[in-house]
């Protein structure tokens, strides 16, 4: 990773945008990587607004070619505002304003960009989508889903370096649940561990998994005093989602352990 990749790794959404507009071809390694962790959420609305799977995967490729083209930069000023935001008053614009009328002209322009598995978002797409049926909630809990995995690969990136990676694995499923003292004992064994270094690893995990969703959330945004109400918002979907990705709610009610 270069420099400028490492510094635009840890900051805001909006820096890398005003960089992309300065110097693309320096900025777009990282710009790709932003949109790379945040495409889900594009997909998903494609498909509750009623594209068909190949049409949703043809916009959703064509939406993302333009954003690193800088094609939408040029069109929208993204400053002092949410990514999120940003990301889907974009994308209704390019539905409504640019795909729509391009499929009458032409199709499966094949538009092949980013290296994004289309497979695994229209599983969950199918999964999720019957217990709600707006786009707009559906956009955000895929949102939310994207802020998730996106702090698990962080973590799994750094367990992995230190060489405990079957640690992380065993610990994480785990990391939103109240464990008993004989299910401690089980992970004891089969990570050839005593009970208490379970118990000292699974705190420090959860602080951060805490931390690392704070960092990630806040390079989504402009302003960093709207961390806790965006949370909150996010925490606020996930509880209307049946379950799903509960994650975050219980990492929310974590976020000082680390401060």
């Given at each position: 990773m270069t420099k400028s990749n490492q510094y635009f790794a840890?900051?805001?959404?909006?820096?890398?945008?005003?960089?992309?507009?300065?110097?693309?071809?320096?900025?777009?390694?990282?710009?790709?990587?932003l949109i790379r962790c945040y495409w889900p959420p594009l997909y998903s609305f494609a498909r509750q607004r009623g594209l068909s799977r190949e049409d949703?995967?043809?916009?959703?490729?064509?939406f993302l070619s333009g954003l690193v083209r800088g094609e939408v930069l040029h069109s929208a000023d993204p400053a002092k505002g949410k990514f999120r935001s940003f990301l889907l008053v974009a994308w209704r614009r390019f539905l409504i304003d640019e795909y729509r009328?391009?499929?009458?002209?032409?199709?499966?322009?094949?538009?092949?960009?980013l290296s994004v598995d289309f497979g695994t978002s229209e599983k969950q797409?199918?999964?999720?989508?019957?217990?709600?049926?707006?786009?707009?909630?559906?956009?955000?809990?895929?949102?939310?889903k994207s802020l998730l995995d996106e702090v698990r690969r962080r973590l799994k990136e750094i367990y992995d370096r230190r060489d405990r990676g079957p640690l992380f694995d065993e610990l994480l499923p785990r990391v939103t649940e109240t464990l008993t003292q004989t299910q401690y004992v089980d992970l004891a064994e089969r990570l050839s561990l005593s009970p208490s270094a379970v118990k000292v690893a699974m705190h420090r995990l959860r602080q951060r998994f805490g931390q690392t969703l704070r960092e990630v959330v806040l390079e989504t945004l402009d302003d960093e005093s709207e961390i806790d109400a965006?949370?909150?918002?996010?925490?606020?979907?996930?509880?209307?989602?049946?379950?799903?990705?509960?994650?975050?709610?219980?990492?929310?009610?974590?976020?000082?352990d680390s401060n």
């Open positions: 840890s900051t805001h959404w909006t820096l890398i945008w005003k960089a992309a507009k300065e110097d693309a071809h320096q900025s777009q390694p990282a710009l790709e990587e949703a995967e043809d916009a959703t490729q064509e009328r391009r499929q009458t002209q032409r199709r499966g322009g094949n538009v092949k960009l797409w199918l999964e999720i989508h019957s217990r709600d049926s707006n786009p707009d909630r559906l956009f955000n809990l895929f949102w939310a965006e949370l909150s918002e996010l925490r606020s979907v996930l509880a209307g989602a049946a379950g799903a990705f509960d994650d975050l709610s219980a990492a929310q009610s974590r976020k000082h």
